[in-house]
């Protein structure tokens, strides 16, 4: 066997799982030219074999050095001169049977090692079965189709790393549009807060924040009640000692509870409370606390100011002026005089902060898609959740893109955690239907995911949802994707639970030692590569793959959008400066509204 081209040299060290190689001398050649390829001996990151009776075990080769022993030397200038490789076992194949992670039997000391030729890889990666899609072709081999297992990329969850520029968007439709076109019957959420993949996939739902054919909307009353009363006055859950608390509380339950006949289908009212994903409006609530605050009685005492003892102005014609909630318009009362005589002043105060914070929320045109959601408005709306779920996951096309662009970014994150919730929940509640749930999984890909799953962030709405899916979504069918440059802002039980990594060019070290220690092979070498990976190269590792591997992704067309602007065109045109009317530009800042 040492005679053979492939003949590298033995081993001189085992450790748990790496082995010491020692090349020898007699090679006749750094480089070897086997079936017309050339092979390099002793690149970083390349495989290596040793054959023991019927079983070959397989390494990747993590370190190069001139000494022996020193396993961490990673100067790689003397590649020629070097003779000993330290290798980091990667799995065995056993006769015929198929190539498999993790080492049953180690090789001892003076085993032969040989190169790791293309029919070899062949022989490891195998043909594509009914269960995985190709996600690339190996680096080492145009030929050679890189095969990930659907079932474990999807439901053990998975995450694309990688600096900007590195090719994670379009690693990511290339990832999608394998999972499309061999599927008939996957789907997929993609959420896209940049609103750059439109363009990628001409055959997608795509929902967007204010548009006018498509729009996008995450209706208010899906948040529970602290989340409401959080974005609709500023309370926070410790606020519940105060009256106001209280009552918006007991206001909103009574709304929900008035309002059980739906159009999804009636609820039991008694199950009903202040967090049931029910729909009210939200304009009648204002009206309801400005009228109190405003309202003037025939009576001084608290307790007899009520709706019959008001004060209505009436208006020229005769007519009670008393406003209009949709048109966010208020009841006008006769005014009270300073002599503490009828008609007295409201002793219903407390919402007096309240009100005000809630008008200029619901003024807010950026907040509209939540707030004012077209369909889903209110109760007497046209649509209702079981329409919502159609769109985003039961429409004719396999992939929703939920194109975020619009959502101002202090609200992104809730924004985020809504459908992630009520996705999810859709799924939990549904289960054992036979047509969502566990009979038909879902993948859930977030895209920028460290600007909104932030480690730091405690109080993250997103994050607590999307940590639930890592933690427990595959029990009912929901998968995720995590797209990000920064991994180390990433929250660590994401990390900790992603099943499949894919890594692509990452230069910050503290992101590399991120990616290395949630990676799930902890295969050291290949994750060493990172820095030097070309655009569009990736480093694959986890439990979806056969083998851990550095993989090639193809450039796709149609592309996602970049968000960047075409800064050279746009400068090398003169611009004249008549044209330039910031007039509508002033507007825009000041309606909110583009
Ligand atoms: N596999 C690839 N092969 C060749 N070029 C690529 C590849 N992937 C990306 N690129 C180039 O790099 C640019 C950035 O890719 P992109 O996927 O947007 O990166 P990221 O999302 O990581 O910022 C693309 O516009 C494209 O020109
Ligand atoms: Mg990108």
């Known amino acids: 066997m040492d005679t053979e081209i492939t003949y590298l040299g033995k081993v001189i060290r085992v450790d748990s799982s790496t082995v010491e190689v020692e090349v020898s001398d007699d090679i006749p050649s750094a480089a070897p030219i086997i079936n017309g390829r050339l092979y390099k001996i002793g690149q970083i990151g390349t495989f290596v074999k040793m054959p023991m009776g019927n079983i070959t075990t397989y390494g990747i080769v993590s370190s190069v050095s001139n000494t022996p022993g020193k396993t961490d030397d990673t100067k790689l200038s003397q590649i020629v001169g070097s003779r000993f490789l330290s290798v980091q076992l990667v799995g065995e194949k056993i006769g015929d049977d198929d190539f498999e992670k993790g080492i049953g039997t180690y090789p001892t000391i003076n085993d032969e090692v040989h190169l790791v030729i293309e029919k070899d890889l062949f022989d490891i990666y195998g043909e594509k079965d ?11 081999s145009d030929n050679l189709s890189v095969y990930v297992d659907i079932h474990k990329l999807i439901l053990r969850h998975c995450a694309i790393l990688g600096s900007t520029g590195s090719g994670k968007s379009n690693t990511t439709v290339s990832i999608l549009k394998a999972i499309l076109n061999d599927y008939d019957g996957s789907r997929v959420i993609l959420v896209d807060p940049h609103g750059e993949y439109a363009s990628a996939f001409p055959d997608a739902k795509v929902l967007k924040i204010n548009d006018t054919s498509d729009p996008l909307y995450i209706p208010f009353w899906l948040m529970n009640f602290d989340e409401l009363a959080f974005f609709l006055v500023g309370a926070k859950p410790t606020d519940d000692q105060k009256p106001e608390h209280r009552f918006l509380r ?35 609530l204002w009206y309801e606390m400005n009228w109190w605050l405003n309202a003037t009685f025939s009576d001084s005492t608290k307790d007899k100011q009520t709706k019959d003892t008001a004060k209505i102005l009436n208006d020229d014609n005769g007519d009670p002026q008393i406003g209009n909630y949709d048109e966010l318009k208020p009841a006008v009362f006769e005014p009270y005089p300073m002599n503490n005589t009828a008609p007295f002043k409201s002793k219903h105060i407390e919402f007096y ?25 209110d109760e007497s709306s046209l649509k209702d959740l079981h329409n919502l779920l159609n769109d985003w996951i039961g429409s004719e096309s396999k992939l929703a893109i939920l194109d975020l662009s619009g959502v101002p970014f202090e609200v992104l994150d809730i924004a985020i955690g ?68 920064r991994p180390s802002e990433i929250s660590e039980t994401i990390l900790a639970q992603i099943g499949t990594l894919i890594a692509l060019r990452l230069t910050n070290s503290g992101d590399q030692s991120i990616v290395k220690s949630s990676s799930p092979d902890n295969l050291n070498s290949l994750i060493d590569l990172l820095p030097s990976l070309r655009i569009g190269e990736a480093v694959i590792v986890g439990e979806s793959i056969k083998i851990p591997s550095r993989i090639r992704v193809k450039l796709n067309n149609p592309r996602p959008n970049s968000e960047d602007p075409d800064l050279v065109e746009c400068w090398s045109k003169a611009h004249e400066v008549s044209e330039e009317n910031y007039k509508p530009v002033v507007t825009k800042i000041r309606e909110q509204k583009l």
């Not at 509209?368 to 369909?375: E, I, K, L, Y």
């Open 130 to 140: 009914a269960g995985s899609i190709e996600i690339g072709k190996h680096s080492s």
């Open 418 to 485: 809504l459908i992630t919730r009520f996705v999810y929940d859709s799924m939990f509640w549904g289960r054992n239907e036979s047509y969502t749930g566990k009979n038909r999984p879902i993948l859930l890909a977030y895209e920028e995911a460290h600007s909104y799953l932030n480690k730091n962030d405690n109080n993250s709405y997103s994050k607590s949802a999307v940590e639930r899916i890592f933690k427990e979504g595959r029990k009912f069918g929901v998968g995720a994707l995590v797209i990000s440059q």
């Open 353 to 377: 902060s309240y009100e005000k914070k809630l008008l200029s929320r619901l003024k807010d045109s950026r907040f509209d898609f939540m707030f004012n959601p077209g369909d889903y408005k």
């Open 250 to 284: 007991e206001l909103i339950t009574n709304y929900k509870k008035e309002n059980f006949q739906l159009k999804s289908g009636d609820v039991n009212p008694v199950y009903i409370t202040a967090d049931s994903p029910i729909p009210f409006n939200v304009r009648k």
